[in-house]
């Protein structure tokens, strides 16, 4: 049920009424994509020329949207426009509790959340607009042994960022928040800076710099219809008439899929009930003389922070009690919602209430002024979507944030740069808008934004899975085969095998479509994702197994390291390629789906005789860490470059044709390095690398590593680290922090474990030596 009027007075103590922010007498547009009239809205009505064309046109104008249009204006890009159907921090803005942390368990998100702070810091005077920020800090509560773990597992992936935080004890935390019941605390997780923010006050500062910087806001304007032309652009269309813009942002909040759907996408985000409760004064917290840190108490799963001389706090219930509002994915938004509410249901966050009261024992007495019951927008895996989308030239997104304040100005700051220079800031690839596809289908998308807001805040285990909504329809062909022989993980909407069961074991960027768009190529480019599975077969024998099943030619001499040719094995028509699998002979099959079964069968029975078996990608990153293999997404990304990752082997500069990136790999050479990637073994105990910790010398941090494991082949710990070029050399020894303990590490010469090629070549040379 929906609550169509509220008491702006009491809804947050901050937030203006509807009739002071919009003119009278306004038609409201009844939502996106519907063919009504407008006449009401006129040019007049806006009070400023209309622009016809534009080099970037966002759609939405919450804190998210009016943050990019600040930062492209800022950064010197003219003609930026933004269009919001109604009024700034409609949607979910305006009723956002405001939380600000540099904290994040992930790696890259940190830097949106440190940028989004650094902003708000110097906004108000650099706008003239008043913000409302607030820095007491804040302090993730640890009450059971794991949770503390996790927190020094936490603080052993941040040292190396710029981000404050450190491990604190109880009686710091009784003297940062003395209201507390301190019966069962154990650490706290300090971010100092942390805290809160006026998202209304905030959303106005960023439109204020964007106007200050030549963008231009139009509301109400409601976006009608967005047409693609041959050249790239877009013609949008409202009732004001239509712009010609070289790029579209959708930064809509939970219109996202509506928005979408006027090109032919169903993005996939999902609206939930979000509740945060408000109280009046509190005698002990108006007494207190400093502002209390904001907490999250994560085994009662809620954040609670003071509200001028009250607390305001906000659960995350299990997910058998929380509510989607699915309705709007199958019919669509309600005409006219924007700054209404979802009628409050306590009885449904009572648990937490209970705890909370627990933990704050002034909340037993404190009176209840309201309890805000809003929309937020999940995605299947809680992270938004941002950047480029396949399929639809100069079409971005910047949707489904369910985190919307602390994640604007860094995500405004992330696309801004990609816009203007062509490439992203520094990687951020979790946040990919294509990591969806086909197989995102509703029901998957309900199952994991359940499980994803239920699981808001239970201990998070490196490598940990969770199944809600699989398998997808996304399985290989041989899926049936292997599910009950493997524990299965989840990339991309597939269930790959990580590791294999032995007897006794527990079961348990840009980088195609614009580059062919705007090169000189002649080239079709199709996704045959789906259609298409991918079988790896790899050792010293492999030769021979595959050879049982083909005609083709397959020695050395025949089948060439590197080439791709098609073949028949076993039958089946599929194309192969010649690669060096974590440093062993090995070939990639590219098999259709309907066919992977029979083909996979087939090398399997060839290969009894000679002792084959199947591994995952665990033992394959352990393997390629014993070969000295770098990894995608771990070695090298986007924040790295070949020549810090040691693959100066593989490029040549001096040739006389061009590549893509030859001008910028020569200039990084001629400027000369500052680090590398190097090459450490570990002394560890009980606990192996896994990459991003902290790397440590004489009491500072020099590096991080990207990936680690334990070598099975050695018996000891392998990681790779960047370190500065002075400490790469072969015997540096420096230190790795691993749950809060530092261990010894040590440089060493790479590979620990040889490759098969280089193998034969040493065998060879042997042979043929006197």
């Known amino acids: 049920m929906l609550c169509q009027t509220i008491n702006y007075n009491i809804c947050s103590l901050r937030y203006a009424r509807l009739s002071d922010l919009m003119p009278t007498c306004v038609l409201f547009p009844s939502g996106y994509g519907k063919s009504e009239s407008v006449c009401a809205f006129s040019c007049a009505f806006l009070g400023k020329r209309w622009k016809d064309t534009a080099e970037t046109v966002i759609i939405g104008g919450g804190c998210v949207g009016v943050s990019i249009a600040y930062h492209l204006a800022k950064a010197g890009q003219n003609d930026v426009v933004l269009l919001e159907k109604s009024e700034l921090t409609a949607g979910s803005t305006w009723h956002a509790a405001g939380l600000t942390t540099y904290y994040h368990p992930g790696i890259n998100l940190k830097k949106v959340h440190y940028h989004s702070i650094k902003l708000y810091e110097s906004l108000e005077a650099e706008t003239g607009q008043a913000v409302g920020f607030h820095q007491p800090g804040s302090i993730r509560i640890a009450s059971t042994p794991v949770r503390v773990d996790e927190l020094k597992y936490q603080m052993t992936r941040t040292h190396w960022h710029p981000t404050p935080q450190w491990l604190i004890t109880p009686e ?33 500062a960023l439109a204020a710099g964007a106007r200050m910087y030549g963008a231009q806001i139009y509301n109400p304007a409601l976006v009608s219809g967005l047409t693609p032309t041959r050249d790239g652009k877009w013609d949008v269309q409202t009732p004001h008439g239509t712009i010609r813009a070289n790029r579209i942002v959708n930064a809509t909040g939970f219109w996202a899929r509506e928005v979408g759907q006027l090109i032919g996408f169903e993005h996939p985000t999902i609206p939930i009930h979000h509740q945060y409760v408000v109280t009046a004064t509190v005698p002990e917290v108006k007494a207190l003389k400093t502002e209390l840190p904001v907490i999250r108490d994560l085994e009662g799963s809620y954040y609670l922070r003071q509200e001028r001389d009250g607390l305001l706090f906000g659960p995350y219930e299990k997910e058998d009690k929380m509510v989607l509002q699915d309705s709007w994915v199958r019919d669509g938004v309600p005409p006219g919602f924007g700054k209404e509410l979802f009628e409050s249901d306590l009885d449904r966050i009572m648990e937490h209430v209970e705890m909370a009261m627990e933990m704050v024992p002034v909340l037993k007495n404190a009176d209840i002024i309201n309890v805000v019951s809003g929309p937020i927008t999940y995605t299947p895996d809680l992270l938004p979507m941002v950047g480029p989308h396949q399929a639809a030239r100069n079409y971005w997104t910047a949707i489904g944030f369910g985190y919307g304040v602390i994640h604007a100005g860094g995500i405004g700051k992330f696309l801004s740069d990609w816009i203007i220079t062509g490439e992203p800031p520094f990687d951020l690839i979790e946040c990919d808008p294509n990591r969806y596809g086909k197989w995102t289908t509703v029901p998957y998308m309900c199952a994991k934004a359940r499980e994803s807001y239920g699981f808001n805040n239970v201990v998070g285990h490196p490598k940990e899975e969770r199944f809600a909504g699989r398998p997808t329809q996304r399985t290989s062909g041989v899926y049936e085969l292997l599910k009950g022989k493997a524990s299965m993980g989840f990339h991309a909407g597939w269930e790959q095998p990580h590791w294999f069961y032995k007897s006794g074991d527990e079961v348990g960027y840009k980088w195609i479509e614009r580059e062919a768009a705007e090169g000189p190529y002649d080239v079709d480019i199709s996704n045959v994702t789906d259609d298409i599975g991918v079988l790896g077969v790899a050792g010293p024998k492999t030769r021979d197994v595959l050879q049982k099943l083909t005609q083709e030619d397959m020695s050395d001499s025949g089948f060439k390291f590197l080439h791709c040719k098609p073949i028949t094995l076993a039958g089946i028509d599929l194309r192969a390629i010649r690669i060096s699998y974590t440093g062993e002979l090995g070939w990639e099959l590219y098999i259709p789906q309907k066919d992977m079964a029979t083909v996979y069968q087939a090398i399997m029975e060839a290969g009894q005789d000679m002792g084959i078996d199947n591994f995952g990608t665990y033992a394959m990153s352990s393997l390629r860490l014993e070969k000295g293999f770098r990894g995608w ?31 910028a790999l020569q200039e990084i050479k001629a400027k000369g390095l500052k680090r590398k990637l190097s090459y450490i073994t570990m002394d560890t105990d009980n606990v192996d690398p896994e990459g991003n910790e902290t790397v440590w010398l004489n009491g500072k941090v020099v590096g991080n590593t990207t990936s680690g494991a334990y070598s099975y082949t050695t018996q000891q710990s392998l990681a790779f680290a960047y370190l500065p070029v002075e400490l790469c050399s072969v015997g540096q020894r420096v230190e790795v922090e691993l749950l809060g303990k530092k261990y010894p590490a040590m440089v060493v010469q790479e590979p620990l474990v040889l490759t098969e090629p280089t193998r034969t070549r040493l065998q060879k040379k042997a042979k043929s030596s006197p």
Do not use: R, W
């Open 172 to 204: 710091k935390i009784q003297e940062l928040f003395p209201l507390l019941n301190m019966d069962k605390v154990l650490a706290g997780l300090y971010n100092p800076g942390d805290g809160h923010i006026d998202p209304y006050s905030l959303t106005m």
């Open 633 to 663: 997404g771990a070695e090298m990304n986007c924040d790295t470059n070949p020549l810090e990752a040691g693959l100066d082997y593989f490029i040549k500069l001096n040739k006389t044709a061009d590549f893509i990136g030859k001008a």
